[in-house]
C-alpha cells in the first residue's frame, strides 16, 4: 500500500473561486485522491485557506472591518462551493490558526540558526497615495524579457521569468493607479543562494525520474539557470504570522514563505501523527498547482524545508496546469464576466455536469477557454448521449424484457472480445490516472463509453429478444457490467453520477478499482427502476446562461487571426545590423544597451542579455534587427528597435548572420512585403509566432531568408524567438 499526500494550492480567503481556480487546483487534486482511495492507497487529501498579506489586509479596510472577519466570511464561502462541487478534502483548514503560526515561526528559527536568515535594508515600492509598501501582486509593468504589460513585480505569468520590482518596466501600482516610489525598509531575506546546490540538484532528480510536469521543470530550470538571488520573507504589515526576533516584532512573514508551511499546519489540525506524513521516507507528495505558482512550491518552498536541516517531504510530483480562460477573456466578478462557484451552484445545472466539463476541458499543457457553445456541444453529445444514453438504454432494456432481472449468459466469441476490449480500456485510464494526466483519462472513460454503445448496436438485442434471446440475454449480462465498471472508472470525476448508477444498479456495497472486469453483477441480480443521469441543454437554457454570465455577444465576421498576422508580416521590416559597441543599462542589471550599425543610420537598442553574453561577446556580431518597431523607452532609456533571439528551456542565442553585411534585408518566405513600411507596435510584433524548428527560423510557418538561404541557429534546436 502506497501512502500519498495530496495537496492543492491554497486558495486566497478575500474572493470567490471561479471556475478556472477550480479547475487549477482543487478538482483536479479531487480526481486524483478518489483515485488513489478506490485503488485502497494510504492517502489524505489536504487544503485551506490562504489568510494573510496584503490583499486581504486592503480588502478588509474597503469594507471597514477586521482581516480576520473578512477570512471568517470567506473561509465559509469556500468551503460551501467546494462542498457543492463534491471535494472530497480530508480536512480544508486555514492559515490562521495558532497551529500555522508555531510551525511558520520554528521553521523560521531553525533556517535563522542554520545561517540562511540575513537583514539588508532595502528601497520598496510606496504607493504615497495609500501610504502603504505595496506587495509584488499589486504592481505591474512590462517583463523586459518578453515584454507582456501585464508582468508582476515579482514574476512574468506569460514567459515564467522572475522578476522584482527594479526590473520591472513602467511599473504601476494597481491600486491607486500612480507610480509608486522607493522607500527605505529593513528586511530579514531568506539566502537562496546557499541553499542553490540542494535544490538544484533536487530539481535535476525530479526531471530525470519524469514526476514533473513539463512547464513546472522549465519554469524551476529558468530560475535555477539565471542563479537564485536572496529573496524577502518578511513584510511590513499587521495581519501575518508575526516575526519571532527581537526588534521586529513590527514585521509579518511574507505570505509566499508562511502560505506553503500552511500544508503542513492543516495536516497537524487534522492528525496528531501529521509529521508522520511530511517526514516518513515512504510518503510521495502530490502538488495540484496553476502555472503562476509554480516557482514557489518547487524552488522555495523546497529550499525553505532544505534550509531546516531536518529530514522533510519534499515535492514529489508536481501538477501545474495553464490557465482556463472566459470566452476569450479573463473572469471577473465586479464585472459580472464568467461562472463563480456561488454563480455555478444557483445555475440549476448539477455539480457533475461542471465537474465534467472542466476536466474534459482541463489546461494541462496549454490555455483553454471556456465557451458556452462548447459547453452546451460537449454537454449534450458526450455527457448525454454518450455516458448517460448507454446506462438509461441499457437498464430499460433489461426493465421492460426481463423484469429488471439479470439474465444469465451464454457467451460467443463476439461477447468475450467485447469484454477483452473493455477490460483493455479499463487499464489504459488507470495508466493515465497513475500518470495524472486527468483529461485523458477522462477521454478514454467515454471511449469505454463508447465502445460499450457500439457493442449495443452491433448486437441489435432489440431484434435478438425475438429471434435468439439468450444472445440478448448475453449481451445485457456483458453491458450491465461495463456499466457498473463504468460506475467505478468515472467516480473520481463524476461521484455523485457514480452513486446515482450504483444506485439505479440496486448494488449497496463498497466499490474499488480492483472490481473493474470482475463480473459483479451475477444472473439473478435485480436492478433499481431506471432514471435519466442528465438533461440536454437546449437552446433557451443556453441563452439564459449567456446572458446572465455576460458570454460576449456575436460580432461581425473578423478576419482570422492568421491572416490578421500575416498583414503585420507584410509590413514587417527586418535588416541586418553589426553590434558597434555594447555598455550596461545604468537603471537595470540585466539589460545592456547596443549601439547598432544599420544600413543607413545607427541606432541604440535595449536588449535584456546581461545574463547570456559579455559585451566582448556581442561587439561585432551581424544580428537581425526589428527596424520599423516603434520606439519605446525601457527604464528610462529609449530603445529603437529590437535585436532578435532564439531561446528554448535553457539556453538564449543571438539570430547571427555571419555571411551578410549591414542593411542586408531579411526576408520572409512567400511574403511580399508593403511597398510602404508602416511603424508597427510592441503588441503587435508580439502576435507573430516566431520560432524555431530543427535549427531553422520561422515566422508564421514561414521561413526566414536572406539571400534565398534559410536562417539557421547554432545552438537552439527548438524554442521560441523573440
Request: with cysteine.
Amino acid at each position: 500500500m502506497r501512502k500519498i499526500l495530496i495537496t492543492a494550492a491554497l486558495p486566497y480567503a478575500n474572493n470567490i473561486p471561479h471556475l478556472g481556480t477550480l479547475i487549477g487546483c482543487v478538482l483536479s487534486a479531487d480526481v486524483f485522491a478518489r483515485y488513489n482511495r478506490l485503488k485502497e492507497n494510504k492517502c489524505i487529501y489536504i487544503c485551506g485557506t490562504d489568510e494573510y498579506g496584503t490583499a486581504t489586509e486592503i480588502k478588509a479596510l474597503e469594507e471597514g472591518i477586521s482581516p480576520k472577519e473578512l477570512c471568517d466570511r470567506y473561509y465559509k464561502i469556500h468551503k460551501q462551493i467546494y462542498e457543492w462541487f463534491n471535494i472530497s478534502f480530508d480536512i480544508f483548514g486555514r492559515t490562521s490558526t495558532q497551529k500555522h503560526t508555531q510551525l511558520v515561526q520554528s521553521i523560521f528559527l531553525d533556517l535563522y540558526k542554520n545561517g540562511y536568515i540575513f537583514e539588508k535594508e532595502i528601497e520598496q515600492p510606496f504607493d504615497q497615495k495609500l501610504g502603504i509598501f505595496l506587495a509584488d501582486r499589486f504592481i505591474v509593468g512590462q517583463c523586459p524579457y518578453c515584454g507582456s504589460k501585464d508582468a508582476k513585480a515579482d514574476q512574468c505569468d506569460v514567459c515564467g521569468r522572475l522578476l522584482d520590482y527594479s526590473k520591472l518596466i513602467d511599473p504601476v501600482s494597481t491600486l491607486s493607479k500612480t507610480k509608486p516610489i522607493l522607500k527605505k525598509s529593513k528586511h530579514l531575506f531568506l539566502d537562496l543562494p546557499k541553499i542553490e546546490p540542494e535544490i538544484k540538484k533536487f530539481v535535476e532528480q525530479m526531471e530525470q525520474k519524469g514526476l514533473w510536469s513539463k512547464n513546472t521543470i522549465a519554469i524551476a530550470k529558468s530560475w535555477l539557470e539565471n542563479g537564485l538571488e536572496p529573496r524577502a520573507i518578511t513584510r511590513d504589515l499587521q495581519w501575518g504570522v508575526k516575526v519571532p526576533l527581537q526588534g521586529w516584532e513590527n514585521k509579518v512573514f511574507y505570505v509566499w514563505f508562511d502560505a506553503p508551511i500552511g500544508y503542513i499546519s492543516i495536516t497537524a489540525n487534522l492528525t496528531e501523527q501529521y509529521m508522520e506524513w511530511w517526514t516518513g521516507e515512504d510518503v510521495e507528495h502530490y502538488e495540484f498547482i496553476g502555472k503562476d505558482n509554480v516557482p514557489f512550491h518547487a524552488i522555495i518552498f523546497p529550499a525553505t524545508l532544505i534550509g531546516t536541516k531536518k529530514r522533510w517531504v519534499l515535492p514529489y510530483f508536481i501538477s501545474s496546469t495553464e490557465f482556463l480562460n472566459y470566452e476569450g477573456g479573463k473572469f471577473s466578478k465586479s464585472k459580472k464576466i464568467g461562472v463563480f462557484g456561488d454563480d455555478a451552484i444557483e445555475s440549476g445545472l448539477k455539480a457533475d455536469v461542471w465537474r465534467y466539463y472542466l476536466l474534459i476541458n482541463r489546461p494541462e499543457t496549454s490555455d483553454t477557454t471556456f465557451t458556452w457553445e462548447d459547453f452546451q456541444k460537449r454537454i449534450n453529445n458526450e455527457l448525454v448521449a454518450n455516458l448517460a444514453n448507454l446506462v438509461n438504454r441499457t437498464l430499460v432494456f433489461i426493465e421492460r424484457n426481463f423484469e429488471q432481472i439479470i439474465p444469465s449468459p451464454n457467451p460467443k466469441k463476439e461477447d468475450n472480445e467485447f469484454f477483452e476490449q473493455q477490460k483493455i480500456i479499463a487499464a489504459r485510464v488507470d495508466e493515465e490516472l497513475e500518470k495524472v494526466n486527468l483529461r485523458k483519462a477522462l477521454e478514454t472513460v467515454m471511449e469505454y463509453c463508447a465502445n460499450a454503445n457500439k457493442y449495443f448496436q452491433t448486437k441489435e438485442p432489440w431484434k435478438k429478444i425475438k429471434t435468439d434471446k439468450p444472445d440478448a440475454q448475453t449481451t445485457m449480462f456483458f453491458l450491465i457490467n461495463s456499466i457498473f465498471d463504468l460506475a467505478i472508472l468515472i467516480e473520481p470525476f463524476l461521484p455523485n453520477t457514480t452513486k446515482e448508477i450504483l444506485k439505479q444498479l440496486n448494488y449497496d456495497q463498497k466499490i474499488f478499482w480492483k472490481d473493474i472486469a470482475s463480473l459483479k453483477i451475477k444472473p439473478g441480480h435485480k436492478i433499481s427502476k431506471p432514471k435519466h443521469l442528465f438533461e440536454i441543454i437546449d437552446e433557451k437554457k443556453i441563452t439564459e446562461l449567456k446572458e446572465r454570465f455576460n458570454a460576449k455577444k456575436e460580432q461581425a465576421p473578423q478576419e482570422p487571426q492568421e491572416n490578421q498576422n500575416y498583414q503585420i508580416l507584410k509590413n514587417l521590416d527586418l535588416e541586418v545590423g553589426r553590434i558597434l559597441e555594447v555598455k550596461k543599462h545604468p537603471n537595470a542589471d540585466n539589460l545592456y544597451i547596443e549601439k547598432i550599425q544599420l544600413q543607413d543610420e545607427q541606432r541604440e537598442i535595449v536588449s535584456g542579455l546581461v545574463k547570456y553574453y559579455t559585451p566582448e561577446e556581442l561587439v561585432n556580431k551581424k544580428c537581425i534587427i526589428v527596424k520599423n518597431l516603434k520606439p519605446k523607452k525601457l527604464r528610462g532609456i529609449e530603445s529603437k528597435g529590437m535585436l532578435l533571439a532564439a531561446k528554448d528551456e535553457s539556453n538564449l542565442e543571438v539570430l547571427e548572420i555571419e555571411d551578410s553585411s549591414e542593411g542586408q534585408k531579411i526576408k520572409i518566405e512567400g511574403i511580399e512585403k508593403n511597398p510602404k513600411l508602416k511603424e508597427i507596435t510592441i503588441e503587435e510584433f508580439l502576435k507573430i509566432k516566431m520560432f524555431v524548428k530543427n535549427n531553422v527560423c520561422y515566422a508564421e510557418n514561414k521561413k526566414l531568408l536572406i539571400n534565398g538561404k534559410e536562417i539557421r541557429t547554432k545552438k537552439i534546436k527548438d524554442g521560441q524567438i523573440s
